[in-house]
């Protein structure tokens, strides 16, 4: 087909609009059969750590503080997922993984420009994901006094169990798969229409043969002979 034409593409679109309901009808299956039997809800708890002044200073805390508690920011957030926590962790927790298992389910943040630390912790559990968090928390707060020899990590708030799965969200699955379905109808539906090369007026055969139509034979239907 040399030309795209709209008002035909649009009477073939809707003379094949079951398909477009066939495909969404698949979509919104495929979303439930998903939702029901592949997807593995998943927990999340966080607790968080803010950098305090060292006992070792004074009581007052100085500029000096403060520039060395942001500076020792991002130093914090990779000693969290280090091997020293995490072995130190699953050794108290009794976990059934691995440093690296472990380390993939923790995810550290910080505010910008602030001494805040965020510790994520997703499972498929939300009680796990919850002592997981509260523990690395501990751990990390104990072993910084060894590494730097230093006391300035103060627990703001512990993790508490997660009662609804953060990664489940069944309104958005639906609009996907009814979405998908739809793109999916139209573009076979467009490809179908582009290929399709038969006759649908007289003037496709002055197009495509060259010669004019003299006449044309309208469709007959006879009558219903009466008993």
Do not use: W
Not at 40 to 55: A, D, F, G, I
């Amino acid at each position: 087909m040399e030309e795209f034409n709209i008002s035909e593409f649009i009477k073939y679109y809707f003379s094949k609009f079951i398909i477009v309901i066939l495909f969404v009808l698949i979509g919104t299956v495929a979303s439930i059969y998903y939702n029901e039997n592949i997807q593995v809800p998943m927990y999340k708890s966080q607790t968080s750590l803010v950098l305090t002044r060292s006992n070792n200073s004074n009581s007052t805390i100085t500029q000096n503080d403060i520039s060395l508690n942001k500076n020792l920011v991002s130093t914090y957030r990779e000693i969290i997922k280090s091997r020293r926590i995490l072995s130190r962790v699953i050794e108290n927790l009794n976990l059934d993984m691995t440093e690296k298992e472990l380390g993939s389910r923790i995810s550290v943040t910080s505010a910008n420009d602030t001494e805040l630390i965020i510790i994520s912790v997703t499972d498929e559990h939300g009680r796990i994901a919850r002592n997981i968090a509260n523990e690395i928390a501990k751990v990390f707060k104990a072993e910084i006094t060894s590494i730097y020899n230093i006391e300035n990590i103060s627990i703001v708030d512990e993790a508490v169990e997660a009662r609804e799965p953060y990664n489940v969200n069944i309104v958005k699955q639906y609009v996907i798969g009814i979405g998908a379905g739809f793109l999916l109808a139209s573009m076979i539906i467009t490809i179908c229409f582009y290929l399709d090369d038969s006759i649908k007026k007289p003037e496709d055969i002055e197009e495509k043969i060259g010669l004019s139509v003299l006449a044309t034979v309208p469709k007959y239907k006879g009558k219903r002979k009466r008993k």
